[in-house]
């Protein structure tokens, strides 16, 4: 079983950053491919970014040139964080990580909203 759980977000003015993190924990030695996702105000969860074991990184159109994923940690427990620069009103969402390969049960998520 694997747990996620995100944090870092929070109320940012367009054009500001946030760095979130989502914990991973339980049998991550399964895991290779970790994702963000994100949901915004009734739409639909997107593909914002995703890291294999191994460093080759994807990011989907909305994230390209603003945002950074990375990962670390090893064992029981992996961290991976979403750097997000530049941030404009259409990122405000909840945030939440999982893997790519074979979608778990969701976390709590982490709520970023761009407000002036």
């Known amino acids: 079983q694997v747990q996620f759980v995100e944090s870092g977000g929070g109320l940012v003015q367009p054009g500001g950053s946030l760095r979130l993190s989502c914990e991973v924990s339980g049998d991550t030695y399964s895991l290779r491919q970790l994702a963000w996702y994100r949901q915004p105000p009734g739409k639909q969860r997107e593909l914002v970014a995703d890291i294999t074991s191994d460093g080759r990184i994807n990011y989907g159109d909305s994230a390209k040139g603003r945002f950074a994923i990375a990962r670390d940690g090893a064992g029981n427990t992996i961290h991976v964080y979403l750097g997000m620069n530049d941030l404009e009103a259409e990122d405000t969402a909840v945030y939440y990580c999982?893997?790519?390969?074979?979608?778990?049960?969701w976390g709590p998520g982490t709520q970023v909203t761009v407000s002036s």
């Open positions: 999982n893997d790519k390969d074979f979608l778990r049960s």
